[in-house]
């Protein structure tokens, strides 16, 4: 029993031993105090790789005069459109915003876009209403088997 006792003292000590052997680095604060430079971290410099700037950060001056525009029209702004999106702007789509119960923190909301008459254009979508569709095939042309199954596989009684 004293042979397992000693395995066990060894493996604690080994195992208190042997870990500062394989650190890769030990900070020591100097004790002369003089300066010492720092290894930076290799992913401090992967994460500056991907701190990209994402989405739109402008808003192109045309669409800025849309916007204007619509605001002018909805009396939520005076004056004349300039295609600049300046603090005057800003407070008018706030307040567009605020009155229609919306954000008003992210410029401008796709709600607010669209309740202006600015959002996007499905006139020429597939599924529009002037769209120029074949007229469905009269019924005689349709075989009696198919209406039949039809018929009954749905369940529908004439």
Do not use: C
Request: aromatic letters at 6%; proline letters at 6%; charged letters at 15%.
């Amino acid at each position: 029993m004293s042979s397992s006792h000693a395995r066990l003292a060894l493996l604690i000590s080994a195992a208190l031993i042997v870990p500062p052997v394989f650190a890769s680095h030990v900070h020591r604060s100097p004790t002369s105090g003089q300066s010492t430079t720092t290894h930076t971290l290799s992913h401090s410099r992967h994460r500056t790789a991907h701190s990209r700037v994402r989405g739109q950060q402008a808003i192109e001056p045309e669409r800025v005069t849309q916007i204007q525009q619509a605001l002018i029209r909805e009396h939520y702004l005076t004056g004349e459109a300039n295609g600049k999106w300046d603090a005057t702007t800003e407070a008018a789509m706030q307040k567009y915003q605020a009155d229609n119960g919306w954000q008003t923190k992210l410029m401008p909301d796709s709600r607010a876009i669209k309740k202006l008459g600015l959002g996007p254009d499905y006139s020429t979508a597939i599924n529009a209403k002037n769209g120029n569709f074949a007229a469905p095939p009269a019924t005689s042309s349709i075989p009696s088997t198919q209406v039949a199954g039809f018929d009954s596989a749905s369940g529908v009684h004439q």
